[in-house]
């Protein structure tokens, strides 16, 4: 059964693309049948493949409407393993958000440890939780924070993931550091994407949608 996974903020340059791409190459690298939904109308994800002479599974574009979720199986069928969808800003496209919310076995929301960043957050908990009865199931999907753009050796980030987890978000263990590599990435070709902390991150964040 294909897993669908939701990458979502409320803003824009919280890293949901630099996510998708790299936890996308990572499970690729693994040898997942892997695709990736662009469904933000800026369509970063698909320029990114096209800069860098590809991506080595398909990137599916034309899915950015707010009917998302009842279009996407017939588009995409059962041929992949796990599908990231890029989301656009929840503040701007809440239709299209919401239908990715719809679609998805569990979401993916990426955090700076930053005041701004972790107060957002409760923008994002209300789109998940109002979009449970627009679902199937009556329930909204599981969803993981991804601490990301970490400083080393930064007491702060501690403490926004304890303020995160008293919140009752599930914090991933993995952290993926501030670095040039990933700040710099856009439009270049993606290797080893398995050894970095979004290689880590897809894999607990599916292993834990599994318990």
């Known amino acids: 059964m294909t897993v669908?996974?939701?990458?979502?903020?409320?803003?824009?340059?919280?890293?949901?693309?630099?996510?998708?791409?790299?936890?996308?190459?990572?499970?690729?690298?693994?040898?997942?049948?892997?695709?990736?939904?662009?469904?933000?109308?800026?369509g970063s994800a698909v320029s990114w493949s096209r800069y860098a002479g590809g991506w080595p599974f398909p990137v599916i574009t034309d899915?950015?409407?707010?009917?998302?979720?009842?279009?996407?199986?017939?588009?995409?069928?059962?041929?992949?393993?796990?599908?990231?969808?890029?989301?656009?800003p929840l503040d701007q496209l809440k239709g299209v958000v919401v239908s990715a919310l719809i679609a998805a076995t569990v979401v993916l929301v990426p955090v700076a440890p930053t005041p701004a960043e972790v107060e957002r957050m409760r923008?994002?908990?209300?789109?998940?939780?109002?979009?449970?009865d627009?679902?199937?199931?009556?329930?909204?999907?599981?969803?993981?924070?991804?601490?990301?753009?970490?400083?080393?050796?930064?007491?702060?980030?501690?403490?926004?993931?304890?303020?995160l987890e008293a919140a009752g978000d599930w914090v991933l263990r993995v952290q993926v550091a501030r670095l040039?590599?990933?700040?710099?990435?856009?439009?270049g070709p993606i290797e080893r994407a398995s050894t970095t902390g979004y290689g880590d991150a897809i894999n607990e964040l599916l292993e834990g949608a599994q318990r």
């Not at 923008?123 to 449970?132: K, L, M, N, P, Y």
């Open 180 to 187: 040039e590599r990933f700040a710099q990435a856009f439009g």
């Open 4 to 42: 669908v996974v939701a990458v979502v903020n409320t803003k824009g340059g919280t890293g949901k693309t630099t996510t998708v791409a790299y936890a996308a190459h990572a499970l690729h690298e693994q040898g997942r049948r892997v695709a990736v939904v662009d469904a933000d109308p800026q």
């Open 123 to 132: 923008a994002v908990r209300e789109a998940i939780t109002r979009s449970g």
């Open 63 to 88: 899915l950015d409407k707010p009917d998302l979720h009842r279009r996407l199986p017939g588009v995409v069928g059962t041929d992949y393993d796990v599908l990231l969808i890029d989301t656009p």
């Open 134 to 163: 627009l679902r199937v199931s009556g329930l909204p999907p599981r969803s993981a924070v991804l601490l990301s753009r970490t400083v080393a050796g930064a007491a702060s980030t501690a403490a926004w993931r304890e303020q």
